[in-house]
């Protein structure tokens, strides 16, 4: 089901000069949520279990479904520097950042930028960094999968990812197709990571959870272990029986994890770092 | 009229594994490429290139990479060589692809260096490149169309720019002393040919003047060219035959029968040339959005990426070829002549076909033949070559440009 029911209609918002669709949910602690590659589905389970107890924002990130796109943008800095103009004009403060795959990448560049407006970092399975030799890739090659394929590395059980894209509506599907336009514009080479980045994950200094789903083809456990290693800060957990989206395959699991782990870690007053 | 001759230099040996594989491009492995087939093949194809010099005929190259359908991945080496062997005929390569070039700097130094070489022979072909040359090239297929322009103006600029170095700095490319070394010999510089199947691309091409292409548009090419005649209308050109090219298949006989022969076997070129993998038909970001969203909706996973004219024969039937729609399974010889994609059949037959479809189209100043494709031998390429010089080509040069209604 793809209709904006309970869990908030997408609001037009321009954050400098930008105009984007955000989802936003409940009330109490800002969490900012970016997406993958897929966008965002305001019904999911997630998405409506968190919001009982927090105000879940979820932006469609610049190019992505119907947000726009500047043509200056060029590379995931500008998605990392967008999310923190976005932070700004809507005055969040002590918020959790959580972004998944794709989302995670663009989470991740937020966080070596900036915490100020951030005390909890939430990470699934996200892409982003280079792991292993030359000739070795922790990264699947998602654009050399057919679709069956996709679903294969993606998703646990892969008719969960099966979409009827004839009975889609055309602003739907519009959306849909910009969506992996971006996502390839921005994923394309590197790919689906900048090589510096890993260097500079140490500079996140609150509290971070690294999901994982135990059946994800797109990013395995050496390339997880290697996020949690430069990570200061960071638990590991797995999630048995979900792929590359623990959230989706998983909701309860995953929410049960972000409660407890917002529960367990305060950050320190002096760790926050700023530009 | 001129006439160019064209092979892809197919390696048709490995068609029948690739087919059962399901792609002949990107994925298979080149363990299948013996070096002394290819060399057989590439040879062969050198020496018909050569032969056309001797009949008067022009030579025109391709590249594609990681791909049976052929092994020629740099045109500009193959014009090289051409060059040193040849006296007289027209060097083109169409095209470089220039939105998965890296360095389109060494483009222009090498096409002024065989210009140069050959004084003044070199013709320039710019495409866009094919979806499935992406991944090889490992370019972003995302703003393919920018891109390509970018760089064509670049390369413009590099030929024609003789005051010193230049610097560029677009999105696309990055230079600070651009000053090419040795500078073309034809001035200002070279004629530049673009293909097109898009009115989109018809209209980009004609508000500069260059040489539309039309690969296989059949009668449909009307409308290409009608949408080239207003764009270069518009920018003060009055678009002549030498603003159009048009490429068929062409097999020449001494009897019909060896002409259609010598096409059907030419045409595994359409039976083979879609047949690709699924994930590298299409790269999100090669076509628009907009284009995307409706191939959603058709669930289409294959065919061929991009605003295309499928061939139709004159009475409406739509060929399963070429587009994408098929793989040429059930189209005969005759179809292809009937839907203007190939010329085929005697001298006499040929001269008819082409004066007709150069008077329908308003008149093309270039012809580009696939006078080689499939598993036609060396032998009968020779032969239909050696007819379409010695008995097609005069009469093709004494056409007249037909009257255009604007």
Known sequence: ?275 | MRVYQFSEQPYHVAWDVAKASGSLRVTLPNRLCEPEVASRIINERLDEWTLCDELGLDIIVNEHHASATSVSPSPTVTLAMLAARTKRARLLALGYPLANRAEPIRLAEELAYIDVVSKGRVDIGLVKGSPYDIAPANSNPVGITDRFWDTHDLIVEALTNHDGPFSWESPYHEYRQVNIWPRPWQQPRPRIFVTGGSIDTAIAVGERGHTLVTILGGWNATKLFDAYRESAAGAGIQAGPDNFGYCALVGVGDTEEEGLRRLNAIAGYFRTTSIVAEPFVNPPGYMSAEGNAAWLKKNQRRGRAGKHFPATTRDGRVLKIGSGAGHGIGVTPKDMIDAGIAFAGTPDQIVEQIAELNDHLGGFGTLIMMGHGGDLSHEETKASLTLMGTEVLPELQRLNAPAVVA
């Open chain 1, 1 to 275: 089901v793809r209709e904006n029911v309970t869990a908030g209609t997408p609001t037009q918002l321009t954050i400098d000069g930008v105009q984007i669709e955000v989802t936003e949910a409940g009330e109490g602690r800002s969490l900012l949520f970016l997406h993958g590659m897929d966008g965002i589905d305001p019904a999911a389970p997630w998405l409506r279990a968190l919001s009982a107890r927090h105000r879940v924002i979820a932006p469609w990130q610049p190019g992505f479904g119907h947000s726009e796109r500047p043509a200056e943008f060029r590379s995931i800095a500008d998605l990392a520097y967008f999310q923190l103009e976005l932070a700004e004009a809507l005055d969040l403060r002590d918020a959790v950042l959580i972004g998944a795959s794709f989302g995670g990448w663009v989470a991740a560049e937020v966080a070596v930028r900036s915490t100020e407006r951030f005390s909890h970092l939430v990470l699934i399975d996200p892409l982003g960094i280079k792991v292993g030799g030359r000739m070795q890739r922790h990264i699947t090659d998602m654009h050399a999968l057919s679709q069956e394929q996709l679903l294969e590395a993606m998703w646990h059980d892969p008719a969960r990812g099966e979409s009827d894209y004839s009975a889609m509506d055309d602003r739907e599907l519009l959306g849909i197709a910009r969506s992996r336009e971006s996502f390839t514009y921005f994923g394309w080479k590197p790919y689906m990571n900048n090589p510096g980045l890993r260097r500079w994950l140490r500079r996140v200094r609150i509290p971070t959870l690294l999901v994982w789903g135990e059946s994800d083809g797109i990013v395995g456990p050496e390339y997880a272990r290697a996020c949690a290693a430069e990570l200061p800060d960071a638990r590991l957990e797995t999630i048995a029986e979900a792929g590359h989206y623990p959230h989706l395959e998983q909701p309860e699991r995953f929410v049960a994890l972000v409660e407890g782990f917002l529960r367990d870690t305060t950050p320190a007053a002096a760790a926050t770092n700023s530009i």
